[in-house]
């Protein structure tokens, strides 16, 4: 078995995956946030013996340096108001351990009936995560392509570009978190994963990652130097031709946006996405003693 995490032993890994895969929480990938997205044990917050099991995630590089805290396991109506009130004390202490400014806490099902208390612990809303989706994906005809411009996969040959892309677009932006360079190349050679590169003269302008079997888009990203040209517009008729096999385009395209990024907001609405959910984002910053 190669999962390990720095620090502590293999058995203690199995042990917490085990627990996980017994108590799952919907739409959280134990394996990968445990594996792959902390730093080690001091990220871990193993309360198996009172039913729940924490990350926060500090190997993800978020624009707000605040962390995002997850449940990855967890036994149906073990998180009551005191093991919540205890936890979000604990995960103070960590994050301050971490040397990190700030967490950040979704309010998913699972949090959500504790959004008071973790207001009186000094939590406050940053953001919105929305899911949209276009239930009618006629937006128009695909814009013409430059001459010399072409979409590729995003081949071993293009993912230095598409991780250089991604990093310069979404640098800043609240709300969005960028993986380390290996475990983006990780989750780009997943076969589930399809992922495209506007290319010219050798250097991506644009990038897209979509799952096709659940017709999402994960993310579309231009290189800033290009702002203002209409490239997200050559994404969306990409990801479309991508995801629904013909046109005229039938079929409901999904996605995720945070509330404040703008450019991104008014470029879905053109294109005829709604707001399906809407999850808010608490923010702690802790201040240093003294
Ligand atoms: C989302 C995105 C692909 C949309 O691309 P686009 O539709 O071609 O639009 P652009 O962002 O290039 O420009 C649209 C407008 O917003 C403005 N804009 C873009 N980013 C801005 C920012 N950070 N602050 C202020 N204005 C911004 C542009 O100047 C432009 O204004 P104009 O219409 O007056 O020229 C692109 O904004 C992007 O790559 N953003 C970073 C990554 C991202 O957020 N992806 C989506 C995550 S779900």
Redesign the pocket.
Known sequence: MSTTFSGASSDTLELLLDFCAAHPVPDIDAQRFLTRLNSGPDAIIDWRDRGVVAVLLDAVKGASEAIPLEIVGLVPHALNVEVARELLDEVAERTKKLGCPATELALSEIWAPHAGLAIERGYCRAYADLDMVCHDPNWGDAAKLPTGWSWHDVQPVWVDEYIRVLGA??A??AG?FLPSPAEIRRYLADPAIQARALVADGRAL?VLRMTPARRY?H????D?A??????????MDEARSCLLATAPWQGSLE????DT????M??YRRCGFIVNREMTVLNRTLHPAG
């Open positions: 677009a979404f800043g932006i969005t644009a888009i993310a579309i990203a231009r800033p290009w702002r203002g040209a209409g490239l997200g517009r050559l994404a996605l995720t946006v945070v990024n703008a450019a991104a008014e470029l």
